[in-house]
T-cell receptor, first 114, second 110 residues
Framework: GAVVSQHPSWVICKSGTSVKIECRSL??????MFWYRQFPKQSLMLMAT?????????EQGVEKDKFLINHASLTLSTLTVTSAHPEDSSFYICSERGLGSGYTFGSGTRLTVV | QKEVEQNSGPLSVPEGAIASLNCTYSDRGSQSFFWYRQYSGKSPELIMFIYSNGDKEDGRFTAQLNKASQYVSLLIRDSQPSDSATYLC??????????FGTGTRLKVLA
């Protein structure tokens, strides 16, 4: 199955700074990657769909100027949380649709904004 | 609003017992159904997927789908303490997006 590498696995940043999260597809050329956010004891919520070579598609209620997504190549998608605030603290997970059924998730990034 | 409902639990079962996890979904046109296991602090990993009505078995896991009742379940036989995790049900309503339930926390007691 597909393998997705995500890093960093955890990051602590100060309020007002920006954080970049990277997601790499290691064995599959992913034209589409999905970015999810998960708050404690809640479900995965799709934030945006990242498309290689074009603009990302954001879900309703997700600020595209705050969560910048870049998918410059078939193997790399990045999510940048700009001007982070404590309420952005969450678990961010990328995923791609592999060759088989079901999506493959990255290992996730625990973001804590202090 | 398309929804996927799961009991949050925790569901506690003794080691060796059968754990039964349930999920209902609202979109009757949903085509594929997935069960993911998520350990605390980790990302979800796919356990099983099912497309057709009936049962699908893989080792100790059995997925059951009843489209008429809009119901999908996961049975775990011979439950082990290592099965303790949150189990997420995901439904594909026919688009590229998945809709996830909030998950059921399973505790297998040694």
């Amino acid at each position: 199955g597909a393998v997705v590498s995500q890093h960093p696995s955890w990051v602590i940043c100060k309020s007002g700074t920006s954080v970049k999260i990277e997601c790499r597809s290691l064995d599959f050329q992913a034209t589409t990657m999905f970015w999810y956010r998960q708050f404690p004891k809640q479900s995965l919520m799709l934030m945006a769909t990242s498309n290689e070579g074009s603009k990302a598609t954001y879900e309703q209620g997700v600020e595209k100027d705050k969560f910048l997504i870049n998918h410059a190549s078939l193997t790399l998608s990045t999510l940048t949380v700009t001007s982070a605030h404590p309420e952005d603290s969450s678990f961010y997970i990328c995923s791609e649709r592999g060759l088989g059924s079901g999506y493959t998730f990255g290992s996730g990034t625990r973001l804590t904004v202090v | 609003q398309k929804e996927v409902e799961q009991n949050s639990g925790p569901l506690s079962v003794p080691e060796g017992a059968i754990a039964s996890l349930n999920c209902t979904y609202s979109d009757r046109g949903s085509q594929s159904f997935f069960w993911y296991r998520q350990y605390s602090g980790k990302s979800p990993e796919l356990i099983m997927f099912i497309y057709s009505n009936g049962d699908k078995e893989d080792g100790r896991f059995t997925a059951q789908l009843n489209k008429a009742s809009q119901y999908v379940s996961l049975l775990i036989r011979d439950s082990q303490p290592s099965d303790s995790a949150t189990y997420l049900c995901a439904v594909n309503p026919g688009t590229y997006k998945y809709i996830f339930g909030t998950g059921t926390r399973l505790k297998v007691l040694a």
